[in-house]
Nanobody, 130 residues
Framework: QVQLVESGGALVQAGASLRLSCVASGRTFSIYTMGWFRQAPGKEREAVAAIAWSGGSTYYADSVKGRFTIARDNVEKTVYLQMNSLKPEDTAVYYC???????????????????????WGQGTQVTVSA
């Protein structure tokens, strides 16, 4: 497993941009698919985006396509979530997640859920005001 630490959450106005970062520790980061999930009060945790270890395959939830971009730096063991055109409905705690995925299968699934990932960060709060 890897240990994950997120940062970058903040209170912003609608339409603003924000970049979340997640730093991983562990020697095999480069074969992990990394994901971002979010959980709003009273709602289930949902997948936002994921990226394979090569960076060549990505997954996005329909609600964020065209606004959010996931990227990773395997040398720095960091995964990013660039969030543009933020909306109040994007308000949630955002979690970084990792799963060993040497064949890069996870981002090709039609849907991802929390059970697909075994390592989690502590979360960072993103609040978007109207």
């Amino acid at each position: 497993q890897v240990q994950l630490v997120e940062s970058g959450g903040a209170l912003v106005q609608a339409g603003a941009s924000l970049r979340l970062s997640c730093v991983a520790s562990g020697r095999t980061f480069s074969i992990y698919t990394m994901g971002w999930f979010r959980q709003a009060p009273g709602k289930e945790r949902e997948a936002v985006a994921a990226i394979a270890w090569s960076g060549g395959s990505t997954y996005y939830a329909d609600s964020v396509k065209g606004r959010f971009t996931i990227a990773r730096d395997n040398v720095e063991k960091t995964v990013y979530l660039q969030m543009n055109s933020l909306k109040p409905e994007d308000t949630a705690v955002y979690y970084c997640a990792a799963e060993r995925d040497p064949f890069q299968l996870l981002p090709h699934r039609s849907a991802l859920g929390p059970r697909d990932f075994g390592s989690w960060g502590q979360g960072t709060q993103v609040t978007v005001s109207a």
